[in-house]
């Protein structure tokens, strides 16, 4: 007859197998009493493009910087690759790549210098080095720049180099905290490429991002947190489909208080079948309901008699956008490309203070 203590070791091996992620009611205080995560459960199946979204100060670094071991949890079980946070961090940083905010690129050097120096920091045997770079170089396309420094590099070319360094010991997770933040588009729509030929390779792929697009884009599943704690999760789809209906967005040619009455007009019950979310926003008014597309008309009729002056309107299905509005009430910043928050810097704050002592990386394997 098997033992507690067997049962429970089956389970874990069988667990490594299919996950590349399990963290069971994490929890970080940090040493001022900022409780930066509080109780976060994931399970990322291995092969899966899972991101990690939520406002400035919600507490995606703090986690993030658990999962690549450079905090540590003050509660709760955390297991990379099949490795505990705790017990076992070296093997977790030899198992995973870590692409932070900000670049690890060496300007004075080359774009092949740079990966060779990233292949002495993981280890990659000496035989292997100079094939995995050429092919390194070919998939972020800096293949014709190898020997020129990087000082010379546009953004994106630094971000495409410094993700290439997260991947030279092929590791089969990799950790993404903000990767395109501040690159054009055209920029972040090449590291997408990258990024979605590397999951097709089979690698895990953990993004956190401010750009809903990304995230609509690139991942199968995601979670949303908010003050420390998951509030919502499920593919971008599913979460879209909880808001509850499509979207009228009616643009008004007057000011606020036209905006404030249409509001009012479109909250009336004989309007609408189910109960609207009406938002007036900085152009006019926009309505949530299942009824969007069919009483849409009847909106606008109304609008028109109580001499509202209606220049523009528009059905359309709920985007990521909505989805935040309606759990966390804020939109996306379009002038910041970030969250809106009133906490916004203090989760970054509070762990560049923690980890500010000892400045270890996932490469070198030190103790934090």
């Given amino acids: 007859m098997s033992t507690n203590s067997e049962d429970e070791r089956r389970q874990t091996a069988e667990s490594d197998r299919c996950y590349a992620i399990e963290a069971d009611r994490l929890e970080l205080t940090y040493a001022d009493g900022t409780e ?34 450079l905090l540590s949890p003050t509660a709760g079980t955390v297991r990379v690759n099949g490795f505990d946070v705790e ?25 092949r210098e740079n990966l060779r120096f990233a292949c002495d920091a993981y280890g990659v045997p000496r035989g292997d080095r100079a094939g995995r770079i050429d092919e390194l170089l070919d998939l972020v396309d800096l293949a014709d720049v190898a020997d020129k420094r990087a000082e010379g590099f546009s953004g994106g070319m630094k971000k495409r180099l410094d993700a290439a360094m997260a991947l030279v010991h092929r ?27 590397i999951n097709d390779r089979g690698t895990t792929i953990f993004l956190t991002t401010q750009y809903l697009e990304e995230a609509d884009q690139l991942c199968e599943r995601l979670s949303v947190i908010l003050d420390g704690e998951i509030v919502a999760e499920g593919s971008p789809d599913t979460l879209k489909r909880e808001v509850g209906g499509e979207i009228l967005d009616v643009e008004l040619e007057d000011g606020t208080d036209a905006r404030e009455r249409a509001a009012d007009i479109a909250l009336d019950g004989d309007l609408f079948g189910d109960d609207p979310v009406v938002d007036v926003t900085d152009v006019g008014i926009s309505v949530t309901s299942r009824e969007a597309r069919n009483r849409g008309p009847d909106l606008l009729v109304a609008l028109r008699d109580a001499g509202i002056t209606v220049t523009g309107f528009n059905v359309r299905s709920p985007t990521l ?43 070198d394997g030190g103790d934090l």
């Fill in 321 to 363: 956008d909505d989805v935040f509005l309606a759990i966390t009430g804020e939109h996306i910043d379009d002038e910041n490309d970030g969250f809106a928050s009133a906490a916004a810097g203090t989760e970054d704050s509070a762990a560049d203070q923690a980890t500010a002592p000892d400045q270890t990386t996932a490469a």
């Fill in 87 to 111: 017990d076992e961090p070296r093997k977790i940083r030899q198992s995973i790549g870590y692409m932070a905010q900000e670049t690890s690129v060496i300007t004075e050097m080359t774009a």
């Fill in 36 to 69: 930066a995560v509080s109780g976060v459960s994931l399970s990322i199946p291995k092969g899966e493009f899972f991101g990690f979204l939520g406002p400035n100060g919600a507490g995606k670094t703090t986690t993030i910087k658990v999962l690549a071991t």
């Fill in 171 to 197: 590791p089969p997770l990799v950790f993404l905290d903000e990767p395109t933040t501040g690159l054009d588009p055209k920029a972040r729509n090449r590291l997408w490429d990258y990024f979605e030929e």
